[in-house]
Protein backbone atom coordinates (compact mmCIF):
# COMPACT_ATOMS: atom_id res chain seq x y z
CA UNK A 1 0.00 0.00 0.00
CA UNK A 2 1.34 3.52 -0.92
CA UNK A 3 1.08 6.48 1.08
CA UNK A 4 1.41 9.85 0.24
CA UNK A 5 3.25 12.16 2.22
CA UNK A 6 3.85 15.70 2.05
CA UNK A 7 6.61 17.68 3.69
CA UNK A 8 9.83 20.35 2.78
CA UNK A 9 12.28 19.48 1.12
CA UNK A 10 15.08 22.37 1.12
CA UNK A 11 12.65 25.39 1.41
CA UNK A 12 10.24 23.66 -1.52
CA UNK A 13 6.97 21.99 -0.31
CA UNK A 14 6.81 18.28 -2.12
CA UNK A 15 4.48 15.64 -1.88
CA UNK A 16 5.25 11.82 -3.17
CA UNK A 17 3.61 8.30 -2.75
CA UNK A 18 5.57 5.80 -0.72
CA UNK A 19 5.53 1.95 0.09
CA UNK A 20 5.03 1.64 4.10
CA UNK A 21 8.86 -0.02 4.40
CA UNK A 22 10.49 2.69 2.19
CA UNK A 23 13.08 4.59 3.69
CA UNK A 24 13.52 8.46 3.44
CA UNK A 25 17.14 7.68 1.38
CA UNK A 26 15.25 5.52 -1.09
CA UNK A 27 12.13 8.18 -1.07
CA UNK A 28 14.41 11.31 -1.99
CA UNK A 29 16.66 9.17 -4.94
CA UNK A 30 13.73 7.38 -6.36
CA UNK A 31 10.99 9.45 -5.68
CA UNK A 32 12.02 12.66 -5.53
CA UNK A 33 14.95 12.20 -7.77
CA UNK A 34 17.24 14.19 -5.56
CA UNK A 35 20.25 11.67 -6.17
CA UNK A 36 22.90 13.72 -3.68
CA UNK A 37 21.85 11.43 -0.98
CA UNK A 38 24.25 8.46 -1.13
CA UNK A 39 24.00 4.73 0.50
CA UNK A 40 27.04 4.01 2.05
CA UNK A 41 25.89 0.79 4.60
CA UNK A 42 22.13 1.20 4.82
CA UNK A 43 22.35 0.47 8.57
CA UNK A 44 22.89 4.27 9.59
CA UNK A 45 27.18 3.11 10.30
CA UNK A 46 28.40 5.39 7.76
CA UNK A 47 26.78 8.72 7.66
CA UNK A 48 26.77 8.82 3.78
CA UNK A 49 23.41 9.62 3.84
CA UNK A 50 22.85 12.32 6.41
CA UNK A 51 20.15 14.56 6.04
CA UNK A 52 18.59 17.12 8.48
CA UNK A 53 14.69 16.17 9.66
CA UNK A 54 13.60 19.71 11.19
CA UNK A 55 17.09 20.59 12.24
CA UNK A 56 18.15 17.42 13.25
CA UNK A 57 21.18 15.40 11.95
CA UNK A 58 19.83 11.96 10.67
CA UNK A 59 20.44 8.86 8.68
CA UNK A 60 18.68 8.84 6.07
CA UNK A 61 18.49 4.83 5.34
CA UNK A 62 17.41 4.72 9.35
CA UNK A 63 14.06 7.28 8.59
CA UNK A 64 10.59 5.47 6.80
CA UNK A 65 9.67 7.76 4.35
CA UNK A 66 5.88 8.00 5.80
CA UNK A 67 7.63 9.57 9.13
CA UNK A 68 8.55 12.67 7.01
CA UNK A 69 4.58 14.14 6.42
CA UNK A 70 4.67 17.06 7.59
CA UNK A 71 8.39 17.52 8.47
CA UNK A 72 11.42 19.70 6.93
CA UNK A 73 13.88 18.07 5.16
CA UNK A 74 17.20 19.63 3.98
CA UNK A 75 19.64 17.54 1.89
CA UNK A 76 23.21 18.67 0.28
CA UNK A 77 20.98 19.76 -3.06
CA UNK A 78 19.75 22.43 -0.71
CA UNK A 79 23.07 23.78 0.73
CA UNK A 80 24.35 25.75 -2.78
CA UNK A 81 22.28 29.03 -3.45
CA UNK A 82 21.71 28.85 -7.09
CA UNK A 83 25.36 28.44 -8.67
CA UNK A 84 27.38 30.29 -5.83
CA UNK A 85 28.76 27.03 -3.20
CA UNK A 86 28.12 27.37 0.26
CA UNK A 87 31.80 28.46 2.14
CA UNK A 88 31.80 24.49 3.47
CA UNK A 89 31.35 23.62 -0.64
CA UNK A 90 34.14 25.92 -1.65
CA UNK A 91 36.22 24.72 0.94
CA UNK A 92 35.84 21.07 0.75
CA UNK A 93 37.37 21.62 -3.00
CA UNK A 94 40.06 24.34 -2.30
CA UNK A 95 41.56 21.67 0.67
CA UNK A 96 41.25 18.47 -1.58
CA UNK A 97 38.83 17.05 0.91
CA UNK A 98 36.76 14.86 -1.33
CA UNK A 99 37.91 11.75 -3.88
CA UNK A 100 35.45 9.63 -4.64
CA UNK A 101 32.52 11.52 -3.64
CA UNK A 102 30.46 8.65 -1.84
CA UNK A 103 30.55 10.11 1.81
CA UNK A 104 31.00 13.94 0.81
CA UNK A 105 27.33 14.70 0.60
CA UNK A 106 26.82 13.19 4.12
CA UNK A 107 29.78 15.09 5.52
CA UNK A 108 28.80 18.65 4.21
CA UNK A 109 25.15 17.98 5.26
CA UNK A 110 26.96 17.01 9.01
CA UNK A 111 29.32 20.23 9.03
CA UNK A 112 26.96 22.42 7.96
CA UNK A 113 24.69 21.42 11.21
CA UNK A 114 27.68 21.98 12.99
CA UNK A 115 28.46 25.36 11.95
CA UNK A 116 24.69 26.23 12.49
CA UNK A 117 24.91 24.82 16.21
CA UNK A 118 28.15 25.92 16.95
CA UNK A 119 30.10 28.66 14.69
CA UNK A 120 33.42 28.71 16.50
CA UNK A 121 34.40 25.31 17.03
CA UNK A 122 37.32 23.43 18.25
CA UNK A 123 39.24 20.76 15.91
CA UNK A 124 38.41 18.03 19.02
CA UNK A 125 34.53 19.37 18.37
CA UNK A 126 34.50 19.13 14.98
CA UNK A 127 35.76 15.79 14.74
CA UNK A 128 33.35 14.33 17.75
CA UNK A 129 30.93 15.62 15.34
CA UNK A 130 31.93 14.17 12.08
CA UNK A 131 32.69 11.01 14.07
CA UNK A 132 29.54 9.06 12.44
CA UNK A 133 30.65 9.92 9.01
CA UNK A 134 33.08 7.47 7.26
CA UNK A 135 35.56 8.39 4.60
CA UNK A 136 37.60 5.41 3.26
CA UNK A 137 39.24 7.71 0.23
CA UNK A 138 40.77 11.14 2.08
CA UNK A 139 41.59 10.16 5.53
CA UNK A 140 40.00 12.81 8.14
CA UNK A 141 43.02 15.66 8.22
CA UNK A 142 41.65 17.50 4.72
CA UNK A 143 38.10 17.42 5.60
CA UNK A 144 38.68 18.49 8.96
CA UNK A 145 40.85 21.48 7.62
CA UNK A 146 38.19 22.74 5.26
CA UNK A 147 35.64 22.86 7.87
CA UNK A 148 37.96 24.57 9.97
CA UNK A 149 38.54 26.78 6.77
CA UNK A 150 34.71 27.69 6.11
CA UNK A 151 34.25 28.16 10.52
CA UNK A 152 36.15 31.00 10.49
CA UNK A 153 35.25 32.34 6.75
CA UNK A 154 31.73 32.18 8.31
CA UNK A 155 32.68 34.14 11.12
CA UNK A 156 34.17 36.52 9.60
CA UNK A 157 37.87 35.65 11.01
Known amino acids: MKHHVTTTVNGDEVEFLCETEQTLLDCLRDELE ?9 SGDC ?3 SVLLDGRLVCSCLVLGVETNGKKIETIEGMATGDKLHPLQRKFLEHAALQCGICTPGVLVAAKSL ?9 TEVRYWLAG ?4 CTGYDKIIRAVMDA ?7
Request: glycine residues 16%.
Open 115 to 123: LEKNPNPTE
Open 133 to 136: NLCR
Open 151 to 157: AAEMRGA
Open 34 to 42: LTGTKEGCG
Open 47 to 49: GAC
